[in-house]
């Protein structure tokens, strides 16, 4: 993660959950919050409802290569936090990637798309 710090102190982790915007998929929960900085900060939270630590860390790992893939897609500037659900567990790596784009998209957290016309809109 080149452009990212990673978020560890609770406080922050709560702020983000008191005051950030919010999209929920089926697997996982994406927050969000300017931070003022000229990079990200990304945490992920992944509770003992998912398994023992092995899965949790399994789920983790794939969580953060998803972020780290398509980290230069992201905007600068904000703290995001993805909270695992326990679907995550069972889902496959392509279906976790589709939830996060789509989250993150909704929360407008992408850069535009590049050259006007390239996306179709009904």
């Not at 702020?15 to 915007?21: D, H, Q, S």
């Not at 003022?36 to 945490?43: C, D, L, M, S, T």
């Not at 939830?99 to 179709?120: C, D, N, T, V, W």
């Amino acid at each position: 993660m080149k452009y990212t710090v990673s978020l560890k102190e609770n406080r922050v982790f709560r702020r983000l959950y008191a005051k950030g915007k919010s999209a929920v998929a089926p697997t996982m929960v994406l927050y969000c919050r300017k931070n003022g900085r000229k990079e990200n900060r990304f945490g992920i939270t992944a509770g003992t409802k998912l398994g023992h630590a092995v899965v949790r860390n399994k789920v983790r790992r794939r969580l953060r290569e998803i972020y780290r893939l398509h980290e230069g897609e992201i905007l600068p500037g904000y703290d995001i936090v993805v909270v695992a659900r326990v679907r995550a567990v069972h889902s496959q790596y392509r279906d976790l990637e589709q939830h996060f784009l789509r989250l993150a998209k909704k929360l407008q957290l992408l850069r535009s798309s590049g050259p006007a016309g390239k996306e179709k809109k009904p």
